[in-house]
Structure formats: C-alpha cells, structure tokens
Nanobody, 113 residues
C-alpha cells in the first residue's frame, strides 16, 4: 500500500488549499480514509474521515471550513480547506487502516496571518 500526498503550501489567512492523496496497492473503494495533521511537539490529530460509502466526520476545529471527499475511479482522497487560519498550520497526513496503519509522507500547510 502506498499513499502519496500533495497540495500543501503557503497561504494567507482566509485562503484555500486542496490536498490530494493518491492511493495504490489497495482496493481503494472498500476502505475508510482519513486526514490527520501534526504540529511539531504535538500528537497527530484526526481532521476528517470519509467512509467507503461517503459518510464524513470532522473535528470541531475544521467543521464548516474543510471538506473531505474521494474519487474511487482515480483512487484519490481530497481535503478542500477553506477560510484557513494560522492555527491550521501543520503537516497533513493521509491515512488508511488496512490490517495495519498506512500513512502518506505528509504535506506541509503554512497559513500566515
């Protein structure tokens, strides 16, 4: 299983970014997938989750601003992030639990005030 995340960058507060995570080596459509983020010195926290059926859950800190979605044909997971805030600055990781945890390599999002 390989997860390749991309789309991070530097953006001003109030701006938007879209993260992508391309998956291979797994029957993508059958698995729930997640986005996590981590600030140095802190634990990795769950940001959003999407089930195989498309049901979604969000952390309270991003609810109403972030949207997780998936394209089962392209085997890609997305995170649309709008109205970004400086406290959203972190390394973002895509994740799948399939017999064990698999993580993408992380993509850095920096939000300037």
């Amino acid at each position: 299983v390989q997860l390749q995340a991309s789309g991070g960058g530097l953006v001003q507060a109030g701006g938007s970014l879209r993260l992508s995570c391309a998956a291979s080596g797994i029957n993508f459509r059958l698995n729930s997938m997640d986005w996590y983020r981590q600030v140095p010195g802190n634990q990795r926290e769950l940001v959003a989750r999407i089930s195989s059926s498309g049901a979604t859950n969000y952390s309270d800190s991003v609810k109403g601003r972030f949207t997780i979605s998936r394209d089962n044909v392209r085997r890609t997971l997305y995170l649309q992030m709008n109205n970004l805030k400086p406290e959203d600055t972190a390394v973002y990781y895509c994740h799948i639990l399939f017999r064990r945890d698999y993580w993408g390599q992380g993509t850095l999002v920096t939000v300037s005030s």
